[in-house]
């Protein structure tokens, strides 16, 4: 039995990368891979003990998956080949360094190497850090085996090989002086060697296995340590991995962001690239007027230079203007000082006028008094159409002679001679029959020549007074055209909308002088004695009944109710009500005139005024009344439902001329109630008031009955004197 020298061998060996070995006999000195082997851990080996070494190795496989899984078995097989070409290697240093011999002596160690049986004498082998470090550094560990199994087969026949006789099991050293067979003692001895050998063997190899279970511990607590650091690591990795993942997620959004604002800087470089090439224009174009504008000066320059010169001459100028404007301020000072005379004279005068306003007013309504506040025009109207045929194309009327302008006279033609009996009035004797009124038309008058006449009675209206005129005439004689006239036509307006103009008109020069006025208009029909409002819509006009009350007892003054009353600010509105009104009268027709109006017509206009400067007020009440004809039952041949309106309307009339003559006679009693016509009328006939009658007249002979009847009947409506027209103040 050999032993490894006690000294401590050193064998340098490439260490397996990855492995380390802490804690194991086998340890690394300084940077290189030597292994130590310490001297009570002397390895013997043999052919047997390798492959027990092998079994062992493999026994130890199971266990350590068992602890830990294939690293320390590896890591223990890995050692085991690592010791082997340790050994190899110091065998072969050995070799080198003290030669062959030291292999060749007997009763050695045996080291199996290839598994082939190989007597390695061992028990000198002594592996010197002399040997290790004689080696020629970098020489690869292969070549040191190499060169070992060389010299191990350099070497086959002439060293002592240790084999085993298969017949008997004993072992035998090839090269050894083989026992005589009758040498037992011998033969004892050294199957006794041999057991001892196998004995060191086996405890060196079971240190040497508790020795790898203790560095497998090792290595097991190793691994748990480097687990738990796996798991640290991983957990940072994880967490590293998070951050990143984050930073990769802020990157992106930092990229977004970053490449939409590298976009908004992009269009903002556009914009003012933009921006800078409409500058370079405008800058090319300023230059250009730059430089246009130093010419410019330039040229100015030298007018400037002539101006100089010229103001030298100026100077003197200036001083003689300067004498001028003196005396010209002079003169303003005496020029305001007239205007403000001026003023107070203005002022002064238009006192004056207001008071001279006042005064015509006065005037004005006394002259309308010394006429009379009852008045009667009379017009007979021309032959028309087939009329003026029948008279021979002739416009004469023969049997009404105009004698002046205020005097006419009818002549029965072919009538009795004394006349007289048919009238009782003026009778000449000869047939003929005088009137005289206030005022006469003869068919040539035109409507602007009767309205002349008339014009003043819108301004008594608006001065306050109640003003009514009438149109009394029978059918046909002209009454519509006289009150109405054509519509459309301005030469041929009646006088309704002649006064209409004047009242605006008036109102408007008025205003110059303090006066507004409100103007309210109505319009009102009696037909049978009924009363129809011709303003109001189909619908209120056949649901609404209208009568007629009294506003105030005390001032006679009247009001219908239900009455439609419109304001109107100009004439074209009340011309909208004329029209308005002339669709919804009741027309029919009967013998005498084609389109025959058989009703009363009363167009009204209420004008209230005030004067801001005189704090004056009025008001004042405008009636212009088409009265229905007046011609006689037995000449417009009625029958029925005709011969009915024939009667109302006679009645009415005749009432009209009972109130009249009532006024005329200062009655006590005066009967407005017995019809329609007066009852609506009452605060528009009487002593408050202004009345116009036109009698018109037929120019045809045929009528010459009806037309000494109208006469008749306004010539007693003309004598009557019904009393002096009164202002009404507003209070
Ligand atoms: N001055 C005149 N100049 C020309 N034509 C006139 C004149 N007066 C009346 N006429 C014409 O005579 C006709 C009858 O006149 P108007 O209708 O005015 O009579 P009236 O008295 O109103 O009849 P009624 O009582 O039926 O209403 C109409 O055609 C009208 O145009």
Redesign the pocket.
């Given at each position: 039995m050999s032993k490894l020298p006690s000294a401590t061998s050193r064998l340098r060996v490439p260490q397996p990368s990855g492995l380390k070995l802490p804690g194991s006999p086998l340890k690394r000195h300084g940077s290189g891979n030597d292994i130590s082997i310490s001297s009570e851990k002397r390895l013997k080996l043999s052919s047997s003990s390798s492959n027990e070494s092998e079994d062992s190795a493999t026994e130890m496989r199971p266990t350590a998956a068992r602890r830990g899984g294939r690293p320390p078995a590896l890591a223990v097989g890995k050692l085991r080949k690592s010791v082997s070409m340790a050994n190899l290697s110091a065998q072969g240093l050995r070799d080198r360094n003290s030669g062959r011999g030291a292999f060749t002596r007997a009763g050695t160690s045996s080291l199996s190497l290839t598994g082939r049986p190989s007597n390695i004498s061992a028990s000198t082998a002594r592996l010197s850090s002399v040997g290790i470090g004689g080696r020629k550094p970098g020489t690869n560990i292969t070549n040191r085996v190499n060169n070992i199994h060389q010299s191990s087969v350099g070497t086959k026949s002439s060293k002592p090989t240790q084999i085993l006789n298969k017949d008997n099991g004993e072992t035998v050293s090839k090269g050894k002086p083989k026992r005589a067979a009758w040498d037992l003692k011998g033969r004892l001895q050294d199957m006794e060697d041999l057991v001892k050998n196998q004995a060191v063997q086996r405890d060196e190899l079971s240190a040497t296995l508790k020795n790898y279970n203790s560095r497998i511990e090792n290595l097991e607590l190793e691994k748990q340590d480097l687990n738990k650091n796996l798991q640290k690591t991983q957990t940072l990795s994880q967490a590293h991995q998070e951050e990143v993942d984050r930073l990769k997620y802020n990157l992106r959004v930092e990229l977004d962001e970053r490449s939409s604002e590298k976009r908004r800087f992009e269009s903002l470089i556009q914009n003012f690239e933009f921006n800078q090439s409409s500058l370079e224009r405008q800058m090319k174009s300023l230059e250009a007027e730059l430089s246009a504008r130093q010419e410019e000066v330039s040229g100015l320059k030298s007018t400037v230079s002539h101006l100089t010169s010229a103001q030298a001459g100026m100077g003197s100028e200036l001083s003689t203007t300067k004498l001028l404007l003196e005396d010209r301020n002079k003169r303003v000072t005496e020029l305001e000082e007239k205007v403000v005379q001026q003023k107070e004279l203005i002022e002064y005068l238009e006192t004056k006028l207001r008071e001279g306003e006042n005064a015509r007013r006065k005037l004005h309504n006394q002259v309308l008094e010394l006429k009379g506040n009852i008045r009667v025009f009379c017009?007979v109207?021309?032959l028309?159409?087939d009329e003026r045929k029948n008279n021979g194309d002739s416009d004469v009327v023969h049997h009404i002679n105009f004698l002046d302008e205020r005097t006419l006279e009818v002549v029965k033609i072919g009538g009795d001679p004394n006349g007289s009996t048919m009238s009782g009035l003026k009778g000449r004797g000869n047939g003929a029959f005088e009137f005289s009124f206030d005022r006469v038309f003869s068919?040539s008058?035109t409507?602007a020549d009767v309205f002349e006449e008339i014009s003043q009675l819108p301004q008594s209206a608006l001065d306050g007074y109640n003003v009514c005129v009438f149109?009394y005439?029978?059918?046909?004689?002209?009454?519509?055209?006289?009150?109405?006239g054509?519509p459309g036509i301005e030469d041929?307006e009646g006088m309704i909308p002649r006064t209409v103009k004047h009242l605006f008109r008036t109102m408007k020069d008025l205003k110059d002088k303090g006066w507004i006025y409100t103007v309210e208009a109505s319009f009102l029909e009696i037909y049978n004695e009924t009363i129809r409002d011709l303003l109001a819509s189909s619908k209120d006009s056949k649901s609404l009944t209208y009568e007629i009350k009294l506003t105030d007892s005390k001032k006679n003054e009247t009001f219908v109710s239900n009455l439609r009353v419109v304001k109107v600010t100009d004439e074209t509105e009340v011309h909208h009500l004329l029209h308005l009104a002339q669709q919804q009268r009741a027309v029919a027709e009967?013998k005498?005139?084609e389109?025959?109006?058989?009703s009363h017509s009363v167009f009204r206009l209420k004008l209230v005024g005030s004067n801001s400067i005189t704090s004056e007020s009025c008001e004042g009440t405008l009636n212009l009344v088409?009265?229905?004809?007046s011609e006689r039952l037995k000449e417009s041949g009625s029958e029925g439902a005709r011969l009915t309106e024939t009667q109302n309307i006679n009645k009415s009339l005749s009432n009209l001329g009972n109130v009249i003559m009532a006024l005329g006679q200062k009655q006590s009693f005066i009967p407005y109630r017995n019809s329609k016509l007066t009852h609506v009328l009452q605060s528009s006939l009487g002593g408050n008031s202004t009345t116009l009658m036109f009698v018109?007249v037929s120019p045809l002979e045929m009528c010459f009955n009806e037309t000494l009847n109208s006469l008749r009947f306004a010539t007693k409506v003309n004598q009557c004197h019904i009393g002096t027209a009164t202002k009404q103040v507003r209070k």
């Open positions: 017009r109207r021309p028309i159409g068919p008058s409507q149109a005439g029978q059918t046909g004689s002209g009454k519509t055209f006289t009150m109405e054509v041929l009967t005498m005139n389109r025959s109006s058989r088409d009265l229905a004809g018109n």
